[in-house]
């Protein structure tokens, strides 16, 4: 396959500064009739060939100004149409009409159909599967659409921009022209025709301009797009409040679609769903459901400025709408929620997908130099160490001038495809500093290491530090750069609160936060009264693998007393995996673990003090997963000593507070009705949390079967149905339970996939065998993303002892089922595969039977470029 290159970027010989759009819909020949103006740019030779892309394309005619093309005049191929001799003039039109099969397209890219709702997915590479075009983020064009469908299937006819006219049409057809006054990529073009129901709402802008606001989905689920709703209208009011960004056209519409495979889309005013981000109730969805359905609804709206008015100038500038649109999708939940209980979540988010990533094969830059396949770039490093990156810009210049960099940004670069040097130096010009070496954040892969060290003289009342950052090796980068690593600090003092210091190399310390510039660097701290304690990358201030030389004594005061809540989680955190990682050692000789009591006290302690958020309290008495420890472990990993240890401490902090925790548990008990509210959804979280523990500690699967069947809602009936997956291997409970939601659900897709979920991430090595059985049930399906995320895609990622069993046999049926989807859709195989990523941490015997499976893949006939890009860096 081809390799592309930064380096190699050239702008386009051609504009298309408008694009009219005939599409003639029908599920078997869809008809499209593509008229683009096309201009030569200025300087560029008039016997330069234009070659547009295409995607698996059947040209059915082509026209010069008006002229049928003669057949010298150009070459069509499947994937590109090249014309050789074009007019003399500067701009001339192009009739182009191909054909496709939406109904035949299985890839979900291109114009594709959603249980019989015609839809589009264009980024990255999807609109030249639609027509010939030049399919590349920095053509912009201004779009008019009109489509004509079937009236009965398809009274519904949406795409981009603001609608014009209707009408009916012979053969019980009609017809929708819509105009997009803003011009913009191929990859925001989005099309919706189908039968769906519309809940319509307002919004008004700081500008005055009206909105109306569409949620288009399936019908009788409109009663689900409540919160979507509210989600959308809290997201146009922050960007107004936050960034002084209003709304632009006249409509805003979101379409759900039960297909699709990732998220959601940001088409320029008609954002297209995976359902799953969209609909919610009490009865069906999780307090995670609620929250991801608000983050989600918020980012799309947020690419309306950082991505649609300012899109990439080419796909290796991919992070600059992600990793901007992330960091203001988090800072949106941080202000509408709890900004501390945020910050952790996140930084989970990042430590779970984005560290593994980074210190395995697949490592690569924020902003990639190469690629071969680019939707395999739709990574945990582009969107969130690329949040990270933008969040660091924020701590270096301080909120005022973000701000003014972000004002700068928009006034500069609306627009415009621009690129990640563009985005930089406005915060260099908007604050006046240099930011070069911060720019290695962006172009260095690999997760750095910062190791501190700190020494305290009680006769000079001295602090000193030691910091030393090192990076290391990713695939291609053998040697890196010094970074800026920005780490936000406190000395914590005997009664818990932060003590004053005098930084003595006042160069690298400002406004509490340390400034590594160098690989070394030797602090000195003045005026410090008595032995602080050091609390280093306050908030997560850099994205950075930390270790401070301290005791345990230290990390104990820390994990009770640090002002910063964020540092607070981490070093009872990082104790936690300590002693995890100690027990998982004993476990595999054999030998029982003991638990420190400090710890387990610890936990008691923090479960009952009613001065901490509930949520808060839950994420603290969350145990590291069993892939965080094993991550933390780095080598020679075996998952069933890992699982062992987990367990046994689990039990030990249960079992140490059993009462205490049965009170809490009892006293959390609400019969306030549901709201989903980040403060209710924390009292839940802590009270699933607890019943856990006693789950654990007692054995007793009678407290979790009663929660199961009392439950108001879906979050505690699906957290009781986890615990008793996980806790009560093969009790009679568990197995009711389960054929109970099965009876209640099982004509609810959304919600069955919890079901598919929570027993393919059940530990144990007959996971393997309840998998490959479940992929027989009636409602799974190989062709649906959702199904097979819900059930292969936990398996692969949150049954760490099941996928990888001693034996081999995760493996096999894993590989089994990527071949069968990668060929019909090679970007969600490709995506599932990635799940083998960190084979070389494993113990022997598991390494050498994933490096079997991945030679078994890499060697499969015709593997489709997605694939093969994923199982040849993964073995590389
Ligand atoms: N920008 C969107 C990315 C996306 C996508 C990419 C490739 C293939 C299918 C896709 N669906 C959505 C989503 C986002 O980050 O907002
Ligand atoms: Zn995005």
Redesign the pocket.
Known sequence: GQVFKLEDYRPSDFRIPATELTFDLAPERTLVTAELTIERQPGVAAKTPLVLDGDGLTLVSLAIDGEAAGAASFRATPDSLTLRSLPAARSFRLTIVTEIAPAENAA??GLYLSNSVYCT?C??E?FRRITYFLDRPDVLSVYTVRIEADLKTAPLLLSNGNPGETGELNGGRHFAVWHDPFPKPS?LFALVAGDLATVSDSFETMEGRKVALGIHVEHGKQDRTTYAMDALKRSMKWDEERFGRAYDLDVFNIVAVSD???????NKGLNIFNDKYVLADPETATDTDFANIEA?IA??YF?NWT?NRITCRDWFQLCL??GL??YRDQEFTADQRSRAVERIGDVRTLKGHQFPEDQGPLAHPVRPRRYRE??NF?TATV?EKGAEVVRMIQALLGPDLFRAGMDLYFERHDGEAATVEEFVKVFEDAAGRDLSQFFLWYQQAGTPNVTAKARYDEGARVLAIDIEQSIPPTPGESRKKVMHIPLAFGLVGPDGSDMDWKAVDGASVENGVIHLRKRKHALRFSGVSERPRLSLNRGFSAPVTLSVEENRADRIFLARHDGDLFCRWQALNTLMVEVLIAAANLCRDGRPPDFPADLVALCGDIAADESLEPAFRALALTLPAEADIAREMGSNIDPDAILAARTLLAEAIGSAHAQAFAALYGALDSKAPFTPDSGSAGRRALRNIILDYLAVSSGEASLAARQYADASNMTDRAAALTVLATRHGESTDKAEAFADFERRYRTDALVLDKWFQIQAAAPGPAAVETVRALGEHPAFSLTNPNRLRALVGTFSTANQTGFHRADGEGYRFFAEIVLQVEKKNP?VAARLATALRSWRSLEPGRKALAREVLLRMSSAENLSADLRDIVDRTLA
């Open positions: 979900l890219m997915q980024e990255a999807g990859y699709f495979n990732m998220g959601a889309m940001e989600i980012h799309e690419h991505g709408k992600e649109t992330v680019i939707n739709y969107y970007q």
